[in-house]
């Protein structure tokens, strides 16, 4: 029988992931900002996750995600990210919405409900932001992206994905077209007040650098 593993656990698992932990150490400090939640929480919790096989963990230098801790958050991941296509696609949810009812769902759906999903969706590539959607068997493809606010007067980036985190971000972004898949031009930059100026669509935006930051892609050559 396989062991029932706490949300916890799993939300932790996810963190130590997101932050890179699964090719190499992050910090406790990271890790507590990334779930806002107290330092010594967070210590607690890693020398559980060390004692359980989930982490390496030394307090001098932080944590690294063992193989099967990978595993498990990778799994997690998955769902969470299935779980939000089928709330956009077959729902009809705004991709605004989904992260928080994915988070709540992701720990109770069982492995026969993830295949079904998976199944019905059509064994889908990308979650509704762009983020890259682990397979079945763990494996997670890597892309190389750049911030939008990285970018210079005159190039061309193609969006992949936009940082999920804040809804009302979110709809902004919706409404100006800023959403994977479009073509975003970047015409000119305030460096003093980081203000940029950019096209979608032929529709001029003016935005901040913190505006635009979480939004992610490959630039065009030339």
Same mark, same amino acid.
């Given at each position: 029988? +396989?062991?029932?593993?706490?949300?916890?656990?799993?939300?932790?698992?996810?963190?130590?992931?997101?932050? $890179?932990?699964?090719?190499?150490?992050?910090?406790?400090?990271?890790?507590?900002?990334?779930?806002?939640?107290?330092?010594?929480?967070? +210590?607690?919790?890693?020398?559980?996750?060390?004692?359980?096989?989930?982490?390496?963990?030394?307090? %001098?230098? =932080?944590?690294?995600?063992?193989?099967?801790?990978?595993?498990?958050?990778?799994?997690?991941?998955?769902?969470?990210?299935?779980?939000?296509?089928?709330? +956009?696609?077959?729902?009809?949810?705004?991709?605004?919405?989904?992260?928080?009812?994915?988070?709540?769902?992701?720990?109770?759906?069982?492995? %026969?409900?993830?295949?079904?999903?998976?199944?019905?969706? =059509?064994?889908?590539?990308?979650?509704?932001?762009?983020?890259?959607?682990?397979?079945?068997?763990?494996?997670?493809?890597?892309?190389?992206?750049?911030?939008?606010?990285?970018?210079?007067?005159?190039?061309?980036?193609?969006?992949?994905?936009?940082?999920?985190?804040?809804?009302?971000?979110?709809?902004?972004?919706?409404?100006?077209?800023?959403?994977?898949?479009?073509?975003?031009?970047?015409?000119?930059?305030?460096?003093?007040?980081?203000?940029?100026?950019?096209?979608?669509?032929?529709?001029?935006?003016?935005?901040?650098?913190? $505006?635009?930051? =979480?939004?992610? $892609?490959?630039?065009?050559? =030339?």
């Amino acid at each position: 029988m +396989t062991a029932v593993i706490s949300p916890a656990v799993q939300n932790y698992l996810k963190a130590i992931h997101r932050l $890179g932990g699964d090719s190499k150490v992050v910090s406790p400090t990271d890790i507590a900002i990334q779930l806002g939640v107290s330092h010594p929480s967070v +210590t607690g919790m890693l020398k559980r996750l060390h004692d359980a096989n989930w982490i390496v963990y030394e307090s %001098r230098s =932080g944590a690294k995600l063992t193989d099967l801790g990978v595993s498990e958050a990778r799994r997690v991941i998955r769902r969470h990210r299935l779980i939000e296509l089928f709330l +956009t696609r077959v729902l009809g949810l705004d991709w605004s919405e989904v992260d928080a009812e994915a988070e709540a769902l992701e720990h109770a759906i069982s492995p %026969r409900l993830e295949q079904a999903l998976a199944d019905y969706l =059509g064994d889908p590539l990308e979650d509704p932001h762009g983020h890259p959607i682990p397979t079945s068997s763990g494996e997670l493809h890597r892309r190389h992206l750049i911030s939008l606010a990285e970018g210079l007067p005159g190039q061309k980036m193609i969006i992949r994905e936009v940082q999920d985190d804040d809804p009302a971000r979110l709809r902004r972004w919706q409404g100006l077209g800023l959403i994977p898949g479009n073509l975003v031009t970047i015409h000119s930059l305030q460096e003093l007040d980081g203000i940029f100026e950019i096209s979608v669509d032929h529709t001029i935006i003016h935005l901040s650098r913190e $505006g635009i930051c =979480g939004l992610r $892609g490959e630039f065009l050559p =030339g």
